[in-house]
């Protein structure tokens, strides 16, 4: 059975141009990588309502509180590894700069026996949508087709 997350994908407008707030994945293995590696802002979740657990998530992802907005369902997408994600568009201009993800700990350096904490998200960005297709996960990079145009 697949593993499910859901996430937000926060957009806006600015100078007639549409753009999304996306992560970058935090730890020593992402490093070093940048296109092709942010993601959604999104978690798992099992029994819970996607929608519920996309705002849970984000709460946890960023510590910042989204505003309440008309969420939109975007199509369900599954990740090269199995994974089904759910997200949900919504518009919102939040300033991003007090970010602070949650954390995950695991052994660092390899067989060191010594254990460090990463942040889940190491970093936050607004950018257009012709740049979050490249930055993205190739599978997330078609949500970005169900977001709104711009005014």
Not at 83 to 101: L, N
């Amino acid at each position: 059975m697949p593993k499910h997350s859901a996430g937000l994908l926060p957009y806006r407008f600015r100078d007639g141009v549409v753009e999304v707030l996306i992560g970058h994945p935090g730890g020593p293995f992402w490093a070093r990588k940048d296109d092709g590696v942010w993601s959604v802002i999104k978690g798992e979740y099992t029994d819970e309502d996607p929608l519920v657990a996309a705002r849970r998530e984000f709460r946890e992802e960023t510590g910042l509180e989204l505003p309440d907005g008309e969420a939109v369902a975007l199509p369900v997408i599954r990740q090269r590894g199995g994974k089904v994600v759910t997200v949900f568009a919504v518009e919102a201009d939040i300033e991003v700069d007090g970010a602070v993800s949650n954390t995950f700990e695991m052994e660092w350096p390899p067989r060191s026996g010594k254990t460090q904490s990463f942040p889940e998200l190491d970093r936050f960005e607004w950018c257009s949508v012709e740049r979050a297709r490249i930055k993205l996960l190739a599978a997330q990079a078609a949500l970005l087709d169900g977001l709104p145009p711009s005014s």
